[in-house]
């Protein structure tokens, strides 16, 4: 069975980065499909950041463009999502999750607080 | 980017009543379309994928339709795990993006 899972703090300053990875088990990342952070702010938005495809091409949103990196690792089956200069309207809970047409498969989510 | 509008915002129901929830597209994205649950505290569930196609494992209750820029999910006597939000998504550009969502909630 697939299975996504994120890691990384829970708690960043402002002006710092923000760094998350998402280990996948059950599938490898090189095989196929695009690999996606997504979160979601307090309250009901959620917002697609962008995506690492099978191949190691990356896409981003374009209001996050600037700021946000992912990477992967394929030693390690995982892929990484790094947002840059963070500020408090970063906080939100991150997922990482499998596809985009649809999104089949999600981890279980990583909180993140950006707080000094 | 595609904005995909969702209404109403907050759906107050009884258990037992169908529903229709709408999501429209600020251009027209064929049938590329997916709705998904989110319950606090869980992963968004994908419920149908493609404007109408069933996913395994969700209950029948939950169907879709529409094409173009208007689309519906129905749910055909809500029953009391459905109060949750509900979220559209459109694959027709790569730049994906979600509805804002529309909450269930209990009359």
Redesign the interface.
């Known amino acids: 069975e697939v299975q996504l899972q994120e890691s990384g703090p829970g708690l960043v300053k402002p002006s710092q980065s923000l760094s998350l990875t998402c280990s996948v088990t059950g599938y490898s990342i090189t095989s196929s499909y695009k690999w996606n952070w997504i979160r979601k702010f307090p309250g009901n938005k959620l917002e697609w950041m962008g995506y690492i495809n099978s191949a190691g091409s990356s896409n981003y949103t374009p209001s996050l463009k600037s700021r946000i990196s992912i990477t992967r690792d394929t030693s390690k089956n995982q892929f990484f999502l790094q947002v840059n200069s963070v500020t408090t309207e970063d906080t939100a809970t991150y997922y990482c999750a499998r596809g985009g047409s649809p999104f089949d498969y999600w981890g279980q989510g990583v909180m993140v607080t950006v707080s000094s | 980017?595609i904005v995909l509008t969702q209404s109403p915002a907050t759906l107050s129901v009884t258990p037992g009543e169908s529903v229709s929830l709408s999501c429209r597209a600020s251009q027209s994205i064929s049938t590329?379309i997916?709705w998904?649950q989110?319950k606090s505290n869980e992963?968004?569930r994908?419920l149908i994928?493609y404007a109408s196609q069933s996913i395994s494992g969700i209950p029948s209750r939950f169907s879709g339709s529409g094409s173009g820029t208007d689309f519906t999910l129905s749910i055909n006597r809500v029953e009391s795990e459905d109060f949750s939000?509900y979220?559209c998504?459109q694959?027709y550009s790569?730049?994906?993006?979600?509805g804002?969502?529309t909450?269930l909630e209990l009359k």
């Open positions: 980017n590329s997916h998904y989110k992963s968004p994908l994928k939000i979220y998504q694959s790569s730049l994906y993006t979600f804002a969502g909450k």
